[in-house]
Nanobody, 115 residues
Framework: QVQLVESGGGLVQSGGSLTLSCAAS????????MAWHRQVLGKQRELVAA???????NYAETVKGRFTISRDNSKNTVSLQMNSLKPEDTAVYYC?????????WGQGTQVTVSS
């Protein structure tokens, strides 16, 4: 069993910054992909940023240039640096860890950006 615990969410004013962190614990194995997704009530969950074990990254067009994803493979952690936050970034952010043949999701952390 693997647990993913997110931290760093909260309330921030437009233009501010937050850093989300996710730590995988339990019977961890090599993680191929770690990512952050977000979901707004009534809408589908969408990919925000992903990073492979080799460091290749993928960002949603709406966050390019503002968000940065990074990971520590040895610690099985992933972080999301969010700068220049906008009200439309408000959502529940979920950590994702993709192992070979297995995937896990965190419980989510709320990010609210006020105008």
């Amino acid at each position: 069993q693997v647990q993913l615990v997110e931290s760093g969410g909260g309330l921030v004013q437009s233009g501010g910054s937050l850093t989300l962190s996710c730590a995988a614990s339990g019977n961890t194995r090599s993680i191929v992909t770690m990512a952050w997704h977000r979901q707004v009530l009534g809408k589908q969950r969408e990919l925000v940023a992903a990073i492979t074990s080799r460091g290749n990254t993928n960002y949603a067009e709406t966050v390019k240039g503002r968000f940065t994803i990074s990971r520590d493979n040895s610690k099985n952690t992933v972080s999301l640096q969010m700068n220049s936050l906008k009200p439309e970034d408000t959502a529940v952010y979920y950590c994702y860890a993709g192992f070979i043949g297995t995937q896990y999701w965190g419980q989510g952390t709320q990010v609210t950006v006020s105008s």
